[in-house]
Nanobody
Framework: VQLQASGGGLVQPGGSLRLSCAGSGFTLEHYAIGWFRQAPGKEREAVSCIRGSDGSTYYADSVKGRFTVSRDNAENTVYLQMNSLKPEDTAVYYC????????????????WGQGTQVTVSS
């Protein structure tokens, strides 16, 4: 089982990025996939999650209305579309796999991607 996160980069405030989390060795749609981020000197923060099977989505208040999580079952990939980015969105973003279709706290995830850096700066 592996998760490969990609798509980070440097973007100006107000810009957009799309992160990808490609799964291998398992069928991604059967499990909840979460996005977390960690900025230097700050605690890890849950950003968004897409539930296994029914695809229900969840967002932190800090990103609601700006970020959209989606899943492409054919590509076995989850995406995080990030719009109207702010400097406070700067962090390393990780995708995680839950051991079940239900979302879990970050400490209960059974697999992590390697992280992708998002920097929002002018």
């Amino acid at each position: 089982v592996q998760l490969q996160a990609s798509g980070g980069g440097l973007v100006q405030p107000g810009g957009s990025l799309r992160l990808s989390c490609a799964g291998s060795g398992f069928t991604l749609e059967h499990y909840a996939i979460g996005w977390f981020r960690q900025a230097p000197g700050k605690e890890r923060e849950a950003v968004s999650c897409i539930r296994g099977s029914d695809g229900s989505t969840y967002y932190a208040d800090s990103v609601k209305g700006r970020f959209t999580v989606s899943r492409d079952n054919a590509e076995n990939t989850v995406y995080l579309q990030m719009n109207s980015l702010k400097p406070e969105d700067t962090a390393v973003y990780y995708c995680t796999k839950s051991p079940s279709p239900a979302p879990v706290a970050v400490g209960k995830a059974d697999y992590w991607g390697q992280g992708t850096q998002v920097t929002v700066s002018s």
